[in-house]
């Protein structure tokens, strides 16, 4: 079993930076995909980016492609979500989710354990 633990939400100004942390418990986060996901009030959860085991390859959804950075800290069991100008389409609660071995990584389908989320907000 795996608990995610999320944090580094907040309040942010448009064309801020916010550094999300997903911190793993229970088992070494580093045989994991592990992805970031967001749901905006009203509308579905989607895809934000994802680090692949092994070789920690990275993916981003198009919407924040070049404005986020998606890392991974096996000696602290944690990866991370650097978030720069940020805009208030942003704003959402950010999950990470987690699943062993190899996944594409885009589909929460595809995703065993979940965190609780951390809510992001973006002013204008």
């Known amino acids: 079993q795996v608990q995610l633990v999320e944090s580094g939400g907040g309040l942010v100004q448009a064309g801020g930076s916010l550094r999300l942390s997903c911190a793993a418990s229970?088992?070494?986060?580093?045989?994991?995909?592990v992805g970031w996901f967001r749901q905006a009030p009203g509308k579905e959860r989607e895809f934000v980016a994802t680090?692949?085991?092994?070789?920690?390859?990275?993916y981003y959804a198009d919407s924040v492609k070049g404005r986020f950075t998606i890392s991974r800290d096996n000696a602290k069991n944690t990866v991370s979500l650097q978030m720069n100008s940020l805009n208030p389409e942003d704003t959402a609660v950010y999950y990470c989710?987690?699943?062993?071995?190899?996944?594409?990584?885009?589909?929460?389908?595809?995703?065993?354990?979940w965190g609780q989320g951390t809510q992001v907000t973006v002013s204008s």
């Open positions: 989710a987690a699943s062993r071995g190899f996944q594409s990584g885009t589909s929460g389908r595809e995703y065993d354990y």
């Open positions: 229970g088992r070494t986060f580093s045989s994991y995909t």
């Open positions: 680090i692949r085991w092994p070789v920690s390859s990275t």
